[in-house]
Each structure stands twice: as structure tokens, then as C-alpha cells.
């Protein structure tokens, strides 16, 4: 089944812990990004990146860093997460970029206290 | 900052209606627009794109573009319960992808 997928799909960890969320696809997308999604503010794009070895910052890449060595995945780290890092996060991928339909991960909810 | 505005509703209509969603953007070089359905509690998915000027149908749903008033909007006709969701409009500029806070669709049977 083509999908993408995440890991943890709950977390609640404290301020200044370093966490990571995993997201893989099976689809040989080239392209993959992650949102996070807050009430009142929608998704808004954290980093993407085109394909392996080449990402570039969202709208809000502040607190987040990213990696992609494989094509097929893409984690999102926190390195000292806070409590504005609070949020519903969303993996996305697709085949051919921003203008390609996204596929989307069934989210991750963090909590940090 | 590019933007994208939506009404947050939520939007009633009663079940066989014709329910009207609106979209604008804030950059005249925007390059394609989408509306994505979200059910509560769970992920986007893609319902309609468009890319040119005017309108585009697909089934129950038309995708209507104006790049000169920059707006975007989605006519969902005989609207159904299920239909009952938020409705998330995004704009592509360049490699990234922009949405808006989404409008909550109540149809009422």
C-alpha cells in the first residue's frame, strides 16, 4: 500500500529534550516536507526538500532541523524542544514537487511541558 | 510573507445546497492552487487543482481561479453530510506550498 508514515503518532516530553520524528514513503517521491498545524493558523511548511541531500527552509524552520539521506526519508529533529514547539505535525510527499498532489502521514501530536 | 486568507467559518448549509468556499492570495506570481479536505482527526487530502483562469468541475465539486482579483473558490453542489469537513486552500510559489487556516463546512441533513 503506498503510503507515508510516522513515528511516534503521540509524544509529551519536556522543554530541552531532544526528539526526533521519522517519516518515511514508499512512493519514490522526490519531493517531501513537513508542516506543523496550530487552531487558527493552518498548516504551515517547516522545511522541504527536492530530493536526497538538498532541503531548504519553510515558513517556520526556526527550532527544527532536517536530513534527507535517503530518498525515502525525511525525520524532523527538535533539538531543545519548548512549549511553542506544541503542535500537530504532518509529514507530506509527492512525486514532482510543490505543484504535485501531496500525500500526507497521519500525524504526529506533540506536547512539550 | 506570501499569504493565504480563508473565512474560518464555520459555514452551514442545509443537505442538497450548494455550499460556496472563497480563498484569496496575497502574490500575483502564484503558479497553482489546491483545495484539500481535512476530516477531524485526520490528514489533507487533495480534492481539486487548478492552474489556469476560470472554472474547473469535477463531479459535485468546481474549482473556480481569477488571478487578476487573486481568488480562488470551491463550489461544492448538493452538498452532503459527509461533505462536513474543513477545507483547506494552498497556493504554490516556487518549491514551497502556502495554506490557508481553512474553512469548516457544516451540512446539515
Known amino acids: 500500500e503506498a503510503q507515508v508514515t510516522q513515528n511516534p503518532r503521540y509524544l509529551i516530553t519536556v522543554t530541552g529534550k531532544k526528539l526526533t520524528v521519522t517519516c518515511s514513503q514508499n512512493m519514490n517521491h522526490e519531493y517531501m516536507s513537513w508542516y506543523r498545524q496550530d487552531p487558527g493558523l493552518g498548516l504551515r511548511q517547516i522545511y522541504y526538500?527536492?530530493?536526497?541531500?538538498?532541503?531548504d527552509k519553510g515558513d517556520v524552520p526556526e527550532g527544527y532541523k532536517v536530513s534527507r539521506k535517503e530518498k525515502r526519508n525525511f525525520p524532523l529533529i527538535l533539538e531543545s524542544p519548548s512549549p511553542n514547539q506544541t503542535s500537530l505535525y504532518f509529514c507530506a510527499s509527492s512525486q514532482a514537487g510543490a505543484g504535485d498532489e501531496q500525500f500526507f502521514g497521519p500525524g504526529t501530536r506533540l506536547t512539550v511541558l | 510573507q506570501k499569504e493565504v486568507e480563508q473565512n474560518s467559518g464555520p459555514l452551514s448549509v442545509p443537505e442538497g445546497a450548494i455550499a460556496s468556499l472563497n480563498c484569496t492570495y496575497s502574490?500575483?506570481?502564484?503558479?497553482?492552487f489546491f483545495w484539500y479536505r481535512q476530516y477531524s482527526g485526520k490528514s489533507p487530502e487533495l480534492i481539486m487543482f487548478i492552474y489556469s483562469n476560470g472554472d474547473k468541475e469535477d463531479g459535485r465539486f468546481t474549482a473556480q481561479l481569477n488571478k487578476a482579483s487573486q481568488y480562488v473558490s470551491l463550489l461544492i453542489r448538493d452538498s452532503q453530510p459527509s461533505d462536513s469537513a474543513t477545507y483547506l486552500c494552498a497556493v504554490r510559489y516556487g518549491n514551497k506550498l502556502v495554506f490557508g487556516a481553512g474553512t469548516i463546512l457544516r451540512v446539515k441533513s
Open positions: 526538500s527536492m530530493n536526497v541531500e538538498v532541503t
Open positions: 502574490d500575483r506570481g502564484s503558479q497553482s
